[in-house]
């Protein structure tokens, strides 16, 4: 995982909501207006929570028809394991050449004991 998508994974797990949406999905596949309903929040502000899990990958949504024509968007959970360890920040950190510039820089003044 780059610094990047452990950055994207860490923010989207980040909020109560968001831990309330993966939390309501455990249980199952859920239809926007039933999640929205279930968690007390409006579908605009569930959509924007939403988007932030997909673009993690610990969402997946996917668009159904009804049997009169209506559009209806589900998500359910994608299986996933997040493990947060100073051995997958290094890998992170390593793996991506702007926090590697900056990682080597903080490196260089914590031995010379400069700060700042």
Known sequence: ???E?????LSAVGHPQRLRIVAELSR???????????????????????ERLEKAGIVVGTLELSEDGK??????????DVRLNVAG??????????????????????QRGVSG
């Open 1 to 3: 995982m780059t610094g």
């Open 28 to 50: 199952g596949r859920r239809y926007v207006s039933e999640l929205a309903r279930c968690l007390v929040i409006s579908r605009p502000l569930l959509y924007m929570h939403l």
């Open 89 to 110: 920040v290094l890998a992170a950190v390593q793996g991506d050449s702007a926090l590697r510039g900056e990682y080597a820089l903080a490196s260089e003044r914590g």
């Open 71 to 80: 559009a209806l968007r589900y998500f359910e959970l994608v299986p996933f």
């Open 5 to 9: 998508e452990l950055l994207v994974v």
